[in-house]
């Protein structure tokens, strides 16, 4: 874990899911369908900089394609930000990036103000082994963002 990241415990983990997920459904005014996601680790840097990762056991079969859901899932968290700072300008990107041979689809969402970066979130999903694997980072602090990513690029996956 990069130098300054702090550990959050359950709890907080927890208020911060439920806080998040009760944004999403009061700004699109619909419920989010709860999932048996396990979070497995979050921390935060200097208030608003974090990081995580979580799983999600996924069934293709039930659940349908895990692509179409992880485009769904991105278009609900870009329409949530552009509705909660309707006075920024937000863009988003997707593509590939690669962690210890493993392939991540990388969803990009910037969010500007008179021209400074206020908002930027970065979501690497993977359908791995049955699950819908997220890890996931907000920073608006390129330093922080380059040492999350150098953290990532160290990462090693096991079979």
Same mark, same amino acid.
């Given at each position: 874990?990069? %130098? =300054? !990241?702090?550990?959050?415990? *359950?709890? *907080? ?6 806080? =998040?997920?009760?944004? /999403?459904?009061?700004?699109? @005014? ?5 999932? &048996?996601?396990?979070? #497995?680790? $979050?921390?935060?840097? +200097? =208030?608003?900089?974090?990081? @995580?990762?979580? #799983?999600?056991? !996924?069934? %293709?079969?039930?659940? =349908? ?12 968290? !870009?329409?949530? $930000? ?7 300008? !937000?863009? *988003? ?8 041979? /493993? ?6 969402? /910037? ?5 400074? /970066?206020?908002?930027?979130?970065? $979501?690497? @999903? ?7 694997? +997220? ?6 602090? &390129?330093?922080? %963002?380059?040492?999350? &990513? %150098? $953290? ?6 096991? +079979?």
């Amino acid at each position: 874990m990069p %130098e =300054g !990241f702090e550990l959050l415990d *359950s709890t *907080s983990v927890a208020a911060r899911i439920a806080k =998040g997920r009760q944004a /999403v459904e009061s700004i699109n @005014g619909d419920k989010m369908e709860a999932m &048996e996601r396990r979070q #497995l680790i $979050m921390a935060k840097k +200097n =208030g608003s900089n974090y990081f @995580g990762c979580s #799983l999600t056991p !996924f069934d %293709e079969v039930k659940d =349908g394609s895990w692509q179409s859901t992880n485009q769904k899932q991105r278009e609900l968290t !870009f329409e949530t $930000m552009v509705k909660k700072v309707p006075s920024a300008q !937000f863009d *988003s990107v997707t593509t590939l990036v690669t962690i210890d041979s /493993v392939l991540f689809s990388k969803f990009l969402t /910037v969010g500007k103000q008179n021209g400074k /970066v206020i908002y930027q979130s970065i $979501m690497l @999903g993977k359908f791995y082994k049955n699950y819908d694997l +997220n890890i996931f980072y907000v920073c608006v602090d &390129e330093n922080i %963002e380059t040492e999350i &990513e %150098e $953290m990532l690029r160290q990462s090693k996956f096991s +079979n």
